[in-house]
């Protein structure tokens, strides 16, 4: 235990790390989510077809092998995020953490799609025929009606989506980022004899992140009821 | 074009599967009259309603509005609906928005309106409705009659050429069908073209400057109320009368 409480700093930078990830691919795997699902239910075929085939493939994949593509195959293509020179504060986020934030997004959106698709099965069919007769378009219809209400009817397997994604940011330890799984194998390393004190304080923190998140995901969901 | 009939159907024929739920249709709404549709159920008279506005596809004929035939998809479609209002039976309010947001939903969106002028808009017309002081509240704590009465504003406040009535009062309770059925009859009184599948023979006859009568997919008889209530011409309108007058 006293491997960690001598080394706070580093054992709170590294969940640090970690916190950045899940926020930056929190937010993007959301957004990349919300446009899959909109050509899934759309209208144009070709859109469906590719969103669907997306899905299938991402799903399918197993995470660590989305990490490896980014991190060893996609620079021989030309993908690679050196580019990525961001430093706060202490922080530094460059290539490793490019890769990581685009194979967590890519991933988690899947999810978040498939999650949302079934918020949009749960929104009955009147309100799509009630927004299409005051003349809004398909993305007004989506935009204005359909998804606001699947998001409600689907932030708890959508929160659950998220929460996976707050645990699968420990991959991004094996690819190069120094997040929290990252700095507990150093600390094991280091201080052999305190595996166990290390790993219960690791998990404490990852409890803590979890259990914050779940929180915040109840109280909008109750806050939605009310307003619902 | 002003004595050009606004809504014309011509030789419509529709089918689900093997059904044919629109044989041959042809019907022509001029401007500011009140055609009431009735029929025994599955006659087609909600399709029919519906096709109006291309919330359903037909296969065969044509449906003009305001002489503009009705496009297929897209920007074009979104725009005709625009300037047909509808009323669906079970409302369709928007669950997630107040109840002026519903109002106000269209002109925003598609209308392009200011919000302000929107919102005062829309306090007129929900007051017009009876139900101005609900405006804050959302459509699950509102009563159905409510709601309705909503659903109508909503769609008035697009402006609409034509007004599409979906059996609005077969969701109510008897007691909040007269409420919806006044504000029906101001509106016809105002000069509304309107189109009105109903159960309703009690705002056929008073409203009404037309009904049509369907069976079976196919429009069987057409007169003005009058005439149609008490003298039918077809044996299928005569049991229809029979089955409902009764009581």
Known sequence: MNAVLDNLDAYFKAFGYTIFLFLVAGVLSTLLGTVLVAMRVGPVAVLRGAAATYVTVVRNTPLVIMFAFFSFAAPIFGIQFKWLQVHVGTFDFTAFFGAAVVSLTLYTSAFVCEGLRAGVNAVPLGQVE???????????????????????????PLASVQIALIKNT????VFGVAEATAQMRTFTNSFSSERFGIFVCFAIGYIVIVEAFSFLATRTERHWRVAL | MTGAPLVVLDHVDKWFGDLHVLQDINLTVDRGEVVVVIGPSGSGKSTLCRAINRLEVIQQGSITLDGQPLPAEGKELANLRAEVGMVFQSFNLFAH?????????????????KKEAAETRARELLDRVGVGHQAAKYPAQLSGGQQQRVAIARALAMEPKVMLFDEPTSALDPEMISE?????VDLAKRGMTMVVVTHEMGFARTAADRVVFMADGAIVEENTPDEFFTNPQSDRAKDFLGKILKH
Do not use: C, D, H, Y
């Open chain 1, 130 to 156: 009630a927004a299409r007769a005051i003349g809004l378009p398909f993305g007004g219809v989506m935009s204005q009606v359909v998804l606001p209400q699947a998001f409600r009817a689907a932030l708890p």
């Open chain 1, 170 to 173: 420990s991959v991004a330890a």
């Open chain 2, 97 to 113: 928005k107040t109840i002026l947001e519903n109002v106000t939903l269209g002109p925003i969106k598609v209308r392009g309106i």
């Open chain 2, 180 to 184: 919806v059925l006044e504000v029906m």
